[in-house]
């Protein structure tokens, strides 16, 4: 999985498919855990009919006592990978290696089978510890970023755009790309100028709830 070159990242709905496979299609299909009734037959389904596009579940913030079994439920779906949110600290990443190891285990996977993403740029918790984030596990790929979770900031405040050259730093310290989550629901105009605004900070590709922004993202992020 090359994710330098997944530039567009697609918000799945509940439609069979949530663009028109004769247009130009995402580079990777995102699909949130929380209010999902068959996570398994919809992941299935998606596989039978894009099989070769990757998928990547979005699931809530993990700790000892709050979203263990839905994590663990998602990971049992064998995703290409997990999007997870609020991580505030490298010991998030560590307990999530650990439920996917074992998720792996028994679902007769190949040890990182599944590929993690952590979102330390939606809390701040993840962005005040960014220096912290030194060592790399072989699963996680990549850095997450999202301005609206942060007490509602947009994506042109003083807090978002700390936190978003907080999560590439930390990204660029890991050796890894960041990806920028924020205004997946955006109109377009907005989009269209937040998509160069992240390009320029360095990110290597955005999420969308629009198929037709596919065509926006590529645009401001290049082919390569």
Request: proline share 5%; hydrophobic share 45%.
């Amino acid at each position: 999985m090359d994710i330098r070159r997944m530039k567009v990242w697609l918000l799945g709905s509940h439609e069979p498919l949530p663009f028109d496979p004769r247009e130009t299609q995402p580079d990777c299909l995102c699909l949130a855990v929380a209010g999902e009734r068959d996570l398994a037959g919809r992941v299935a389904s998606l596989r039978n009919l894009l099989p070769s596009l990757p998928i990547f579940l979005i699931c809530e913030p993990i700790s000892k006592a709050y979203n263990i079994a839905d994590f663990s439920e998602a990971a049992k779906c064998a995703p290409d990978g997990i999007i997870l949110r609020g991580v505030e600290s490298a010991a998030r990443i560590q307990m999530a290696e650990t439920l996917l190891r074992v998720a792996e285990a028994r679902e007769g996977l190949t040890e990182n089978a599944i590929a993690l993403i952590a979102m330390i740029g939606d809390n701040g918790g993840g962005l005040l510890n960014a220096r912290h984030f030194i060592h790399k596990l072989g699963r996680l790929i990549a850095l997450g970023y999202d301005a609206e979770p942060l007490d509602g900031e947009t994506a042109d405040s003083d807090i978002a755009r700390h936190g978003a050259v907080a999560t590439m730093l930390a990204a660029r310290n890991l050796g890894i790309p960041a990806i920028d989550f924020s205004g997946a629901g955006s109109a377009t105009a907005a989009f269209k100028t937040a998509c160069h605004q992240s390009a320029r900070t360095g990110f290597t590709g955005k999420l969308t709830g629009n198929p037709d922004h596919i065509g926006i993202i590529k645009h401001a992020f290049g082919a390569a």
